[in-house]
Nanobody, 125 residues
Framework: QVQLVESGGGLVQAGGSLRLSCAAS????????MGWFRQAPGKEREFVAA????????YYADSVKGRFTISREDAKSTVWLQMNSLKPEDTAVYYC??????????????????WGQGTQVTVSS
């Protein structure tokens, strides 16, 4: 069992930055690929970014590429999402997710085993 707790959401103006954190506890953090997803009102939950276990390779949705950066520190069992140049369309609840030894399909939410409770990000225009 893995517990995930997100923090760092809030209200920011367009063009601003936020840094989300996800603290994990439970099983060995290094065995998990970690992802960030988001869900806006009336929309499906969508992939934002992922960082794999082992070598730490990263993947991003096209909509955030070049603006968001995912990183992890295994010693702290924590993953971050640095969000720069935020846009109103980035407004959503952001969720952290963990997938045990995921080898492919980083953007498929059904491949993730554990989820956090979510943190709200609101970007005003």
């Amino acid at each position: 069992q893995v517990q995930l707790v997100e923090s760092g959401g809030g209200l920011v103006q367009a063009g601003g930055s936020l840094r989300l954190s996800c603290a994990a506890s439970g099983r060995t953090f290094t065995d998990y690929a970690m992802g960030w997803f988001r869900q806006a009102p009336g929309k499906e939950r969508e992939f934002v970014a992922a960082v794999v276990w082992g070598r730490g390779r990263t993947y991003y949705a096209d909509s955030v590429k070049g603006r968001f950066t995912i990183s992890r520190e295994d010693a702290k069992s924590t993953v971050w999402l640095q969000m720069n140049s935020l846009k109103p369309e980035d407004t959503a609840v952001y969720y952290c997710a963990a997938a045990l030894r995921l080898l492919s399909g980083w953007g498929d939410r059904n491949r993730y085993d554990y989820w956090g409770q979510g943190t709200q990000v609101t970007v005003s225009s």
